[in-house]
């Protein structure tokens, strides 16, 4: 039998920034549970929500919709629901449905209350959501190696070029399968799973749609 546990830590200042820590499955039996303490939230006012998924292992298509189906009236009201510290293979489905463009998504709960703090307040109900990205300038810079020592010209390559090239290739690969493609030659770089998240997010290129218009520009 599927279980949820569910914990609630809400400062309190009704302006503060509530944490729901989820840990199980989120299925159609588990998810009236999640969906009666965001509606508790939303009774109480608090509009500033992070959900700590750390230790969820599953989500279904029912626990997804809780998030989406209040983000509209949280954001109304000058709040967002902000996820943190998804497991790759959660952040996978997460971003095969592309609701990585609505809600944003941070790898620690910090980065993800830092982010509450520096947002400007949103009253427009606008369902969508920039993902917060390390800047440019910190990506590490990888160089292709030339086929004989001897050859004097070098290809060189820059994150941004590697991430590209292998998008344009396959926009169709998930983020651990691109993560795979960067360890392989001509790249030959290895980063962790939410690096190389991170990065794509940084180009744009968060969701297969957009790597999939970035392959058809380019070939086109």
Request: net charge negative; with cysteine; hydrophobic share 40%.
């Amino acid at each position: 039998m599927d279980e949820i546990r569910i914990s609630l830590n809400a400062t309190e200042d009704p302006g503060g920034v509530a944490v729901v820590r989820v840990d199980g499955v989120v299925d159609t039996m588990t998810a009236g549970e999640l969906e009666n303490v965001m509606n508790s939230l939303i009774d109480q006012r608090r509009y500033n929500i992070i959900v700590d998924l750390g230790g969820v292992d599953y989500i279904s298509s029912a626990g997804w919709g809780i998030f989406i189906s209040n983000i509209r009236e949280i954001r109304q009201n000058r709040g967002d629901i902000k996820l943190a510290q998804m497991i790759p293979s959660v952040y996978e489905i997460f971003e095969l449905l592309e609701f990585d463009s609505i809600l944003s998504a941070f790898d620690s709960v910090e980065k993800a209350r830092l982010d509450f703090r520096h947002a400007s307040p949103q009253g427009s109900g606008d369902a969508i959501a920039v993902l917060q990205a390390p800047p440019p300038e910190t990506a590490p810079a990888l160089v292709r190696k030339p086929a004989l020592e001897t050859q004097r010209a070098q290809d060189s390559w820059t994150l941004e070029s590697a991430l590209k090239d292998i998008c344009i290739r396959d926009p169709f690969l998930s983020t651990s399968e691109i993560r795979q493609a960067l360890e392989a030659p001509p790249f030959a770089q290895r980063l962790s799973w939410w690096s190389t998240w991170r990065n794509l997010r940084s180009l744009g290129l968060g969701s297969k749609r957009r790597r999939f218009e970035l392959s058809r520009r380019s070939k086109g």
